[in-house]
């Protein structure tokens, strides 16, 4: 006899199967969508083709491309590092925000040359994502304090603070912008066409955090209180100092993500800025599994997504259908993430 | 109206609506799931609500109905998150961009417009069944009116005797 089948989950997920589980989740999404748009009476393949070309098809879209990862590896990267060590930073859209504002406060009214103007906002940048979350990571750190929730409601503080300085007492009086700040004294400079010194420095810094979480001894240690911090208690690791440095690093590489979208690509400060980026960049940790590493593929993968949003945009679909079809294809890259730890086993009667 | 009335307004209409979004979050929260979709949740409703009262003029009917399609995009959260336990918070967040994706697009065609019914404001409908018109002021009373109103005794504010 054959016996029953029975759902067994498994401690680790095949590779195969998770990439399986993520390719099926994106065609179904995508099927969806399709079925949806061709609903609405525009052609799915046509769009689709268009969306190809468009992204991939010429200098210009690689560059668009480029513009947007790098944010969002930056943001992808800071929540990646604080899942390491165990905490959820929801928050990196507020430390974006704060970054922005801090380096624009030296980019404004700090007068010296180029070079030092853009290292000090590059400083003012970091140091202002690592003070946007202090008051949680203490509060976790000290009073066991959800950052989960400390870190979100912090970003409509930073939020409304950069619409109220952009609109109000920063505002650019000249008359070319109402509702942001005049153009900062220092652009970071570009690297390839309208891609800017940021882009390396995402992938440098990816790079170089998974280095030393994967080889150094702190990393080791961070990665043991991230995954079991009674034990690593008990094995004598300071637990609360790396719990500390890990998450203000966090925030400073939210920081560091909003200096960079204001000095190299948007070259003022204004409301809405962030183009939700710290939100993102919790997708883009997620889709990496807290890999820093992996916040590259996944930043690309998102950055792609947001471009074909945008792409979409000039064809005639809206902004809040390509919200809706960015939300369903996440989902479902949940669920199937999930399923692929699970394999069917037969049962011996 | 001085500027504290309409603080005060605003952060009643405001709170009532915010209570009603963290108390669905508490529920959730109570048997350990995290919910970040309440934002999509909220913006389903919402369309539900102004969609329905657009082709059938009955409040009562709206508000029903943002229910149930609350309901339904919960049990679409509740079964990825509990039935496949998928990540908590992912979903969550994808269900805020499909929620208010997905209500700004059909909404598309409501926006700016005027609901065509309204519930009738909760003083309106105390003082005409219960003849307590003209000094209700609730508002404009002075901070001590305020207690009653948080120990659930609206109707005591709406006499305007204080």
Request: glycine share 12%; hydrophobic share 55%.
């Amino acid at each position: 006899m054959f016996g029953s089948l029975r759902l067994q989950r498994m401690p680790s997920a095949h590779p195969g199967i998770a990439l399986a589980a993520r390719v099926a989740a994106l065609v179904i999404a995508l099927v969806v969508a399709g079925i949806g748009v061709a609903v609405a009476g525009m052609n799915p393949f046509e769009l689709g083709g268009r969306v190809l070309s468009a992204s991939f098809g010429s200098a210009f879209g690689l560059e668009d491309l480029g513009v947007l990862v790098i944010p969002l590896i930056l943001t992808g990267l800071a929540v990646a590092v604080g899942q390491q060590v165990g905490a959820w930073n929801i928050g990196a859209e507020g430390q974006f925000y704060a970054g922005a504002f801090a380096a624009t406060a030296v980019g404004l009214f700090v007068p010296g040359p180029q070079w030092m103007i853009l290292t000090l906002m590059f400083i003012a940048g970091v140091v202002g994502g690592a003070v946007w979350i202090l008051v949680p990571t203490l509060a976790r750190a000290y009073a066991n304090v959800n950052e989960l929730i400390t870190t979100l409601l912090l970003n409509f503080v930073a939020t409304l603070l950069v619409y109220y300085v952009s609109t109000g007492p920063w505002r650019d009086r000249s008359g070319m912008a109402n509702s942001a700040t005049p153009p900062l004294s220092a652009d970071v400079p570009y690297f390839w066409g309208i891609v800017h010194w940021g882009f390396p420095i995402a992938i440098g810094l990816a790079v170089l955090v998974a280095l030393v979480l994967a080889f150094s001894k702190w990393g080791y240690e961070v990665r043991l209180v991230g995954s079991n911090p009674s034990a690593a208690k008990y094995a004598g690791i300071p637990v609360r100092k790396h719990l500390i440095t890990v998450m203000l690093l966090s925030g400073a590489i939210a920081g560091l993500a909003g200096m960079l979208e204001i000095a190299g690509t948007v070259h003022r400060l204004q409301g809405g800025i962030s183009n939700n980026f710290g939100y993102l960049g919790i997708m883009v940790a997620v889709l990496a599994r807290g890999s820093p590493l992996g916040v590259i593929f996944s930043g690309a993968l998102m950055a792609f997504i947001l471009n074909s949003g945008i792409i979409l945009q000039t064809q005639g679909l809206t902004t809040s259908v390509v919200l809706a079809i960015t939300g369903f294809i996440l989902f479902l890259t949940a669920i199937g993430d999930e399923l692929s730890y699970y394999r069917v086993v037969r049962e011996k009667v | 109206m001085d500027i504290l009335t309409g603080l005060l307004t605003t952060a009643f209409l405001a709170g009532g609506v915010l209570a009603l979004a963290a108390l669905g979050e508490v529920l959730a929260e109570r048997v350990g799931v995290v919910n970040l979709g309440v934002e999509g949740l909220m913006a389903m409703g919402a369309i539900t609500g102004i969609a329905t009262v657009t082709s059938v003029p009955s409040p009562m009917l709206g508000f029903l109905a943002a229910l149930v399609v609350g309901a339904l995009f919960g049990m679409l959260f509740a079964a990825a998150t509990v039935l496949l336990r998928a990540n908590q918070v992912l979903c969550g967040l994808a269900l805020t961009l499909m929620g208010t994706g997905l209500a700004s697009t059909i909404g598309r065609n409501y926006s700016g417009m005027p609901a065509p019914v309204t519930f009738e404001p909760v003083l309106a409908l105390l003082s005409r069944n219960f003849g307590m018109l003209e000094k209700a002021q609730v508002i404009a009373a002075p901070p001590s009116a305020m207690l009653p109103y948080c120990s659930g005794q609206p109707q005591l504010i709406a006499s305007g005797e204080w």
